[in-house]
């Protein structure tokens, strides 16, 4: 039978994270660039092929300097709270897209999306949700979100990591022998 030869010869690392644990921890990463002292959210959108098709995470709109906008909380109609300024993740991530669409795509969220983002969710033809924490599920933003969603049929789903931790360790490359490489002839002094 064809491949039975290397089925059984298959040594490959079993330890690799699957496709929800990548794009996820991806969001998480990008979120590490977020200004907000409070809550940091990225999110990473994929295509029906597993290509990453947008990024991004909380922020100030372009040319709203990060040092001359608020970030602190208070009520959500003061010129100086953060909440009348900031773009969610979500939306930068639509809106940082590197294809002519998001049709039909998959959103990872650390956080359920707001009421604002499924808006923009559901308008750019994303059709499914995975979001890590629905820790605000009482709030009317979430509710309203929810009732966009299942009105439009954009699925949503917990993702529930299966490790608590990944890990990203700068010296896993073998710096050592990178450095044995040949050195390329420095220009002689004249
Ligand atoms: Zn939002």
New binding site residues.
Partial sequence: MAGTLYERDSSKRMTYIDWDEYFMAIAFLSAKRSKDPCTQVGACIVNNDKRIVGIGYNGMPTGCSDDEFPWKRGPHTSLESKYLYVC????NAVLNKNSSNVKDCTIYVALF??????KVIIQSGIKTVIYMSDKYAYKV?TIAAKRMFDAAGVMYRQYIPKNQKIEINFSDINWTEMNQLPQTPTKQED
């Fill in positions: 969610h993740a979500e939306v999306p707001c009421n604002q983002c499924a933003e």
